[in-house]
C-alpha cells in the first residue's frame, strides 16, 4: 500500500466513522428536545422517561463524536499538510466558526444532561435547543469547508501560492448551499429512521409498549419531512454539480461521452477499458431532464477530461446507486406512513409498515456513507477540485499504513463498544402497556 | 502591535484556557488512577461528578486552538503535523481513549449488582495519565526550536526527521511537567469541589505534594533546557522582562501553597491557575517572535490580511456567544452551592 494510498485510507477511514456520530449529533438532540417539550405539556411520564433514555444514549455518541471530530482536525496537518499550507487561510473561517459552535453544543450539552436538577425546566428545554441548534449549525459548516474543496471560490493561484485571498466569498461557494441542504436533510432522515427502525422493531414484537409508540412517532416526525424533502435537495445537488462539477456527476451517472439528451442509466457497471457501461436500464433524455430540467440539454462526459483525471468510475457509480435507492426506499417509507397517519391509523398495528420501518434502520447512515463516497471519491484525484491533486497534499512522511492501521483497530474497538453499550441500553427498554419502569416522580424536573 | 501577533495571542490564550480546564481533567483521570485510602470510591465518584458536566466544553479549547493555528499560520500548522506527526498521533489516541472510556463509564448502562464498570475507569484513568506526557513533550520539542525547515523535505534519515526533535530529554521533562502540573490544577480544584472535610483534606495534601513536585519538575527542565533548549532557556533568566515574570511565577506558587496550607480552597485556586498560566506565558514570551521556532516568526507565517481581519471579527463575535455561555455553565455547575 503506496503512502498516498494509506493517508487516503486513513482520512477516509475517520471520517466514515465520524460522519455517523456527527449526524446523530445533529438530530437526536431534536427528538430529545421534542419528547421533553411533550412532557412539559402534557405530563406523561412516557416522554419523560424517552427524553432521558435518548440524553443518556446522544452522551455516549456525542463524546465518541467529540474526539473523533478532534482526530480529524488533526489529521488535516498529520496527512494533508501541503493542502492545509494552501488552503487553512481560505477555508479557516468555517472551521473557526464551526469551532464556537461546537463549543457551544459541548456547553448546553452540559447542562442538559447534568441539568436535570440544577436548573429549571424552561432553562432545561432551552438548553436542549441551544445544542440542536448549535449541533446542526456546525455540521452546516464543516460541509461548507468541503463544499469548497469540491467548487473553491475566493482566492487566485499564482505560482502556487494563494493571494486575494476573500474568506467570505471562499464560504459563498458555489457547492455550499446544495451541500449543507443535503447533508443536514441527511442527517434528520438517517437518525430519524434509525431510531424509528429500532422501536418499529421493538413493536412489532410488543404492539401495546406505550414506550416504543411514542418513540415511534417522535421519530418518525423528525424522519419523515426529511425523507420527503432530500429528494428535492438532490436535485439541486445533481444540478449544481452537473454545471460545477461535470466530471464528478459523469462518474456518478456513468457517461462516458459528451451527449445531448443524455439517458439515465440505472443500475449497470461501468466497464472502464471499454468506456460502455454494461448491463444498465437506459431511461431515455432522463439524466439530461434531472441534471438540466431540459430534455435535449448536453451532459459532459467523462472524455471532456484527460483519463487520469478521472475518479474510480464504478465505484462512484455503485456509491451513487446505493445512494438514490436508498433515499427513495426512505421517501417511500415516509410517504406511506404519513398516509397511515392522515387516515388516522394506529402506526403501531401496522404491521407491514412497521416492518417497512424496521428495516430502513441502517439505510439512512448507509445512504449517507454512500453519498459521502460520491463526494469525495467523485472529486479525485483532485483535493480542491482543478488546484492541487490529492498526490501533491500528502505528507512527506513514510511509513503511512502504520498510524492507518492502529486508527484503524481503535476505531474498530470503539465501534464494537459503543453497539454493545447502544444494544444493552435498547434491551433494557421499559416493558408492557405501561411502558415505563420508574416512578414519574424520580428525576422529574 | 500587528493583527498577526493579535491572533498568535488569541491561539496562546486558547491554550492557556485548554491546560487551565482541560489540562485539570486529565489531572483528575491522574488522581483517580491514584486514588488510595479508606474513601477511595468517593475520591473517584467526586473526581467524575466535577468533570461530568464541564470536560466537553473544556476540551473544545483544544481544537478551537488548533484551527486557528491552521488559519492564521498554516505554514507553522502544515510543519508541525509534518515533524511531530507521531507524538500528536499518540496523543489524539490518548484524546480518543480518555473522552469515550470517561462516557462509556458514566453512561454506559450499569451491571446486574448495579455497579458501574471498573474497566472503563481504568482506560480513562491511564489514558489520562499518558496524554499530558505526549502533549507535554510535543511543547518541549516546539520550544526547543528543533522543528526546522530541513527536516520538511522528503528523504533523509526517518528517526532523524520524524523522532529525534521530541524524544529528548527535554522535551520528555516538559512532559513529566505538564503531567505534573495537571495533576496539581486538578487537587487544587478538587479542593473546592470536595463536599466534606475528609476528601477536601486528601485532596489538600495532594495539591501541596504535586505542588512542590511542580518546583522539582521546572527545575529539571530548566536544567535540561541549558543543552537542549538554549534559546528559551536565556530568554526565561535574561529576557527583558524575565524579572517580573519570575517573580509574578514564584509570587503565585507561593500563594498557591500558602492557601493551600491554611485551607483556604478559593484563593488556591485563583493562584494555581496563575501559576501555570505564568509559566505557559513565559514559553511563548520566551520564543517570540517565532511562532515555531527556530526560523518560522508570527509575521512570516501569518496569513493575509484578510484573513486574519475576518478571523478577528469571527473571535469577536464567538466570544460574545461563548463567554456567557460559558459563565452559565460554570455557575450551574461550580456556582458554590453544594447539593447534597
Given at each position: 500500500m503506496s503512502d498516498l494510498l494509506s493517508a487516503r485510507a486513513q482520512m477516509g477511514m475517520s471520517l466514515a466513522f465520524h460522519i455517523v456520530f456527527a449526524v446523530i449529533g445533529i438530530a437526536m438532540p431534536l427528538l430529545m428536545v421534542a419528547a421533553e417539550r411533550r412532557w412539559q405539556l402534557y405530563r406523561h411520564p412516557v416522554d419523560l422517561e424517552l427524553a432521558k433514555r435518548w440524553a443518556k444514549g446522544t452522551a455516549i455518541l456525542f463524546a465518541v463524536g467529540a474526539v473523533s471530530g478532534t482526530v480529524l482536525s488533526f489529521e488535516l496537518g498529520l496527512l494533508w499538510p501541503r493542502f492545509m499550507a494552501l488552503a487553512g487561510p481560505i477555508i479557516g473561517m468555517p472551521f473557526s466558526l464551526e469551532g464556537f459552535a461546537f463549543f457551544t453544543e459541548a456547553i448546553f450539552l452540559g447542562v442538559y444532561l447534568y441539568g436535570w436538577d440544577r436548573v429549571s425546566p424552561r432553562a432545561h428545554l432551552w438548553a436542549g435547543v441551544a445544542v440542536a441548534v448549535s449541533g446542526a449549525a456546525s455540521g452546516v459548516f464543516v460541509v461548507i469547508a468541503n463544499a469548497w474543496m469540491n467548487a473553491p471560490t475566493g482566492f487566485e493561484l499564482v505560482g502556487g501560492q494563494a493571494i486575494h485571498v476573500r474568506p467570505f466569498a471562499a464560504m459563498a461557494n458555489p457547492a455550499a448551499l446544495a451541500q449543507t441542504l443535503h447533508m443536514t436533510l441527511a442527517a434528520y432522515a438517517a437518525t430519524g429512521f434509525g431510531v424509528a427502525g429500532i422501536h418499529a422493531l421493538l413493536l412489532l414484537r410488543d404492539p401495546a409498549n406505550a414506550f416504543h409508540r411514542r418513540a415511534l412517532e417522535v421519530a418518525l416526525l423528525v424522519a419523515a419531512p426529511a425523507a420527503l424533502l432530500q429528494p428535492i435537495s438532490g436535485d439541486i445537488a445533481g444540478r449544481q454539480i452537473a454545471r460545477h462539477q461535470p466530471i464528478k456527476l459523469a462518474a456518478a451517472e456513468a457517461v462516458f461521452v459528451t451527449q445531448r439528451g443524455a439517458p439515465l442509466t440505472i443500475g449497470g457497471w461501468p466497464d472502464v477499458a471499454t468506456r460502455r457501461t454494461r448491463f444498465g436500464v437506459d431511461i431515455p433524455y432522463g439524466l439530461s431532464l434531472l441534471a438540466f430540467?431540459?430534455?435535449h440539454a448536453e451532459v459532459v462526459g467523462?472524455?471532456?477530461?484527460?483519463?487520469?483525471?478521472?475518479?474510480n468510475v464504478p465505484a462512484v457509480h455503485l456509491a451513487f446507486q446505493v445512494m438514490v435507492a436508498l433515499g427513495t426506499y426512505l421517501a417511500f417509507v415516509a410517504v406511506w406512513a404519513a398516509w397511515q397517519a392522515w387516515r388516522r391509523a394506529d402506526l403501531a398495528r401496522q404491521r407491514w409498515l412497521l416492518r417497512a420501518i424496521a428495516l430502513a434502520t441502517p439505510m439512512g447512515f448507509v445512504a449517507v456513507e454512500t453519498g459521502w463516497l460520491v463526494t469525495e471519491l467523485g472529486r479525485q484525484p483532485w483535493i480542491i477540485y482543478g488546484v492541487m491533486k490529492t498526490a501533491d497534499a500528502?505528507?512527506?512522511?513514510?511509513?503511512?499504513i502504520v498510524p492507518f492501521l492502529t486508527f484503524t483497530l481503535l476505531y474498530c474497538v470503539l465501534g464494537v463498544i459503543v453497539c454493545w453499550l447502544l444494544y444493552r441500553q435498547i434491551v433494557r427498554s421499559p416493558a408492557g402497556p405501561g411502558g415505563q419502569l420508574h416512578s414519574p416522580a424520580r428525576g422529574a424536573p | 502591535m500587528t493583527l498577526a501577533t493579535v491572533a498568535a495571542g488569541a491561539i496562546f490564550l486558547a491554550l492557556n484556557a485548554y491546560a487551565l480546564l482541560g489540562g485539570a481533567d486529565f489531572g483528575g483521570g491522574v488522581w483517580d488512577l491514584f486514588a488510595s485510602g479508606p474513601h477511595r470510591e468517593r475520591q473517584r465518584e467526586l473526581i467524575a461528578e466535577a468533570m461530568g458536566p464541564v470536560w466537553e466544553a473544556n476540551h473544545v479549547w483544544l481544537i478551537l486552538a488548533i484551527v486557528l493555528l491552521f488559519t492564521c499560520f498554516p505554514a507553522a500548522f502544515a510543519r508541525l503535523g509534518t515533524l511531530l506527526h507521531i507524538p500528536l498521533s499518540l496523543a489524539l489516541i490518548g484524546i480518543v481513549l480518555r473522552g469515550s472510556a470517561f462516557t462509556f463509564w458514566r453512561y454506559g448502562d450499569a451491571g446486574p449488582d448495579d455497579a458501574r464498570p471498573r474497566r472503563w475507569a481504568v482506560m480513562f484513568a491511564v489514558a489520562s495519565l499518558v496524554t499530558p506526557l505526549v502533549l507535554g513533550t510535543t511543547a518541549g520539542a516546539i520550544a526547543a526550536g528543533?522543528?526546522?525547515?530541513?527536516?520538511?523535505?522528503?528523504?533523509?534519515d526517518f528517526y532523524a526527521i520524524y523522532v529525534a526533535p521530541w524524544l529528548t530529554p527535554f522535551a520528555l521533562a516538559v512532559g513529566v511537567f505538564a503531567l505534573v502540573a495537571f495533576a496539581f490544577l486538578a487537587a487544587v480544584y478538587l479542593t473546592l469541589e470536595a463536599r466534606d472535610r475528609e476528601l477536601e483534606e486528601v485532596f489538600r495534601r495532594r495539591a501541596l505534594g504535586a505542588g512542590v513536585a511542580l518546583f522539582g519538575a521546572a527545575a529539571l527542565a530548566l536544567f535540561l533546557a541549558q543543552r537542549d533548549a538554549p534559546r528559551v532557556r536565556d530568554m526565561l533568566l535574561a529576557g527583558p522582562w524575565a524579572m517580573p515574570l519570575q517573580l509574578a511565577t514564584a509570587a503565585a506558587a507561593l500563594t498557591a501553597l500558602a492557601a493551600l496550607w491554611y485551607r483556604r480552597w478559593a484563593l488556591a485556586r485563583v493562584a494555581a491557575a496563575a501559576q501555570v498560566s505564568f509559566i505557559l506565558w513565559g514559553w511563548a514570551l520566551g520564543q517570540y517572535p517565532a511562532i515555531l521556532p527556530p526560523d518560522l516568526t508570527i509575521a512570516a507565517t501569518a496569513a493575509p490580511p484578510a484573513t486574519l481581519g475576518a478571523m478577528l471579527v469571527v473571535l469577536v463575535v464567538g466570544a460574545m456567544v461563548l463567554v456567557p455561555a460559558l459563565a452559565y455553565l460554570f455557575r450551574v455547575f461550580k456556582g458554590g452551592e453544594r447539593t447534597a
Open positions: 430540467h431540459d430534455p467523462l472524455d471532456a477530461a484527460p483519463p487520469d483525471e478521472w475518479p500528502v505528507t512527506p512522511m513514510p511509513g503511512l | 528543533r522543528l526546522g525547515a530541513a527536516g520538511s523535505r522528503p528523504g533523509g
